[in-house]
């Protein structure tokens, strides 16, 4: 049984797959293909698309006529949030990290001009987010709103069913022919709920891939934890196979904090962008780029798969000129 949720249709899908081949030839290494989640075509929204269709479908089919969630001060995700808030018909309150007047970050920004209310936490501790969702949905029930609370990055069992779907999305195209069945695919993890759908959705197609979660906010074995958490509750939802705890290696990418790439981060953006036009942000992209080339440069065996989840607001606002091209 592979049971669909209600869905708001957002992304604009499937999203492309390409092959690496300038990569590739710089590198010497096995092949690599990229799934451009970069282009899921909803505001500049990448992988977070894919989970507001289900969480905010799910969200109108209830009845509810304002969206409550929260995230980081750069987070893609609230931008995400607020403009699918508004396509459903939906107002939106977002809490993010950081003290009250503090400069919006442009996925702030972008949020704002689509309509959001704006709550600053006050300080930085993203794990206050939740709790203070729950809150300020409760706050608006009481005062007779139809409020749905939304943990930060829409990692519910019900978000991560879009990921689900990008896993069948994938073994369709290997199906067709546009990409040879993978080796390995590498993906960044912050709160987990896309590489928890897709390890869910894996299991339900004959595709068998390895996963490699890049781990950007948390210890390898709690974000092992959450993903498989997560992977679990996704498959209940539809009905289908568990997922295979066996298929998920996760390393711990942090380095020298969340959101802060290190110089090796930057560095392997920096080739993403010279040798495929990708643009990736410090938080995620530049550490999951960074592990993937590390596996390459070792002569891991390919195909390998990138999947690129996005941040492109976050990539444009921290982008760095090339040295060479600085003049003084
Ligand atoms: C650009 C980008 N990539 C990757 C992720 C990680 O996805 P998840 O939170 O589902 O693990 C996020 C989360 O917000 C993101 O914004």
């Not at 949720?5 to 096995?30: F, I, K, Y």
């Not at 991560?160 to 290997?174: I, W």
């Not at 295979?244 to 981060?265: M, N, S, W, Y």
Request: aromatic share 2%; with cysteine.
């Amino acid at each position: 049984m592979d049971v669909s949720p209600p869905r708001l249709r957002l992304a604009v899908l499937p999203t492309p797959v390409v092959a690496a081949d300038r990569l590739r030839a710089e590198l010497g290494c096995a092949p690599v293909w990229v799934k451009r989640d970069d282009l899921t075509g909803f505001g500049v929204s990448g992988n977070k698309a894919r989970a507001c269709e289900h969480l905010l479908g799910d969200a109108v089919a209830r009845g509810c006529d304002l969206l409550v969630t929260g995230g980081g001060g750069d987070s893609n995700f609230v931008a995400a949030a607020a403009l699918a808030a508004r396509v459903a018909g939906l107002d939106c309150e977002l809490v993010v990290t950081g003290p009250a007047g503090a400069a919006p970050s442009r996925n702030v920004e972008l949020a704002l001009a689509a309509g959001a209310r704006i709550r600053p936490l006050g300080h930085a501790r993203r794990d206050l987010i939740d709790d203070a969702v729950e809150e300020l949905a409760a706050q608006r029930r009481a005062e007779g709103r139809h409020p749905v609370a939304l943990p930060r990055g829409g990692s519910t069992p019900l978000g991560a069913v879009g990921f689900a779907r990008a896993a069948r999305e994938l073994a369709d195209q290997v199906t067709a022919g546009e990409l040879p069945a993978p080796a390995l695919l590498v993906i960044a993890v912050g709160s987990g709920g896309s590489a928890a759908g897709l390890l869910a959705g894996l299991a339900a197609t004959g595709l068998r891939c390895p996963v490699l979660g890049v781990s950007v906010s948390r210890p390898a074995s709690e974000a092992r934890a959450t993903v498989l958490d997560l992977g679990h509750g996704c498959a209940v939802l539809r009905g289908t196979p568990a997922p295979d705890p066996a298929a998920l290696e996760i390393v711990d990418a942090r380095g020298p904090g969340f959101g802060i790439a290190a110089p090796g981060d930057r560095a392997a953006a920096g080739l993403a962008l010279r040798t495929e036009g990708l643009l990736l942000d410090d938080t995620y992209g530049a550490k999951a780029f960074a592990v993937l080339l590390g596996r390459l440069r070792a002569g891991v065996a390919g195909p390998v798969l990138y999947w690129h989840t996005g941040g492109v607001v976050s990539a444009l606002a921290h982008l760095q000129p090339a040295p060479e091209g600085v003049h003084t």
